[in-house]
């Protein structure tokens, strides 16, 4: 047993059967993701008094936590947070900054986000395979329907959106949902 459940236990009011439940466990990740915002949002007013950039560059394990990104950049100065793909690899940031003091601008390849792309019918085949476990259905481009989000100018990072194919798909379809 790890030596800091006994910790754990007392700061969550928890014990060995306890800490497998899962409103307990939903508990400790709201006050986990708590502490989390508000350490960062710390870290981020203390930039925004050193720095007049109107750009941020957020670097680590913690930046695939989108949802503190989101409250990070709307309750900040900065107009912009650049979110790098290589969670942990603080390197990157600093390359970059090296490269700006030194004038020398970055080269700035394929977007790492986007990934690789595919045709309908490699997706066909790859939903076909399974199809035990994923129900989907490919609509009628003529009978879709626009989506309601807010027109923007770029698609959102990682976004492989394609006027010529949607296909739907639940994995909740198949008992894996929680009720």
Not at 129 to 142: F, I, K, M, T
């Amino acid at each position: 047993m790890p030596a800091y459940y006994e910790l754990f236990d007392r700061v969550f009011g928890g014990d060995a059967a306890c800490r497998e439940e899962f409103d307990h466990r939903v508990r400790v990740a709201g006050a986990a993701q708590h502490m989390l915002e508000t350490v960062t949002a710390g870290q981020l007013r203390t930039l925004e008094t050193r720095s007049d950039l109107p750009r941020v560059i957020f670097e680590g394990g913690l930046v695939l936590n989108c949802v503190n990104n989101s409250k990070l950049l709307e309750r900040s100065r900065f107009t912009a947070m650049d979110v790098s793909f290589g969670a942990g690899d603080v390197a990157i940031g600093a390359a970059l900054y090296a490269s700006g003091q030194a004038g020398t601008p970055p080269r700035i390849g394929t977007s790492p986000y986007l990934g690789p792309s595919y045709g309908g019918q490699e997706i066909r085949a790859a939903l076909q395979q399974y199809a035990g476990q994923v129900v989907w259905r490919e609509l009628d481009p003529s009978t879709r329907r626009r989506s309601r989000a807010p027109a923007t100018s770029t698609p959102p990072r990682g976004s492989r959106r394609s006027p010529s194919r949607a296909i739907r798909c639940s994995p909740n379809c198949c008992g894996s949902s929680r009720s």
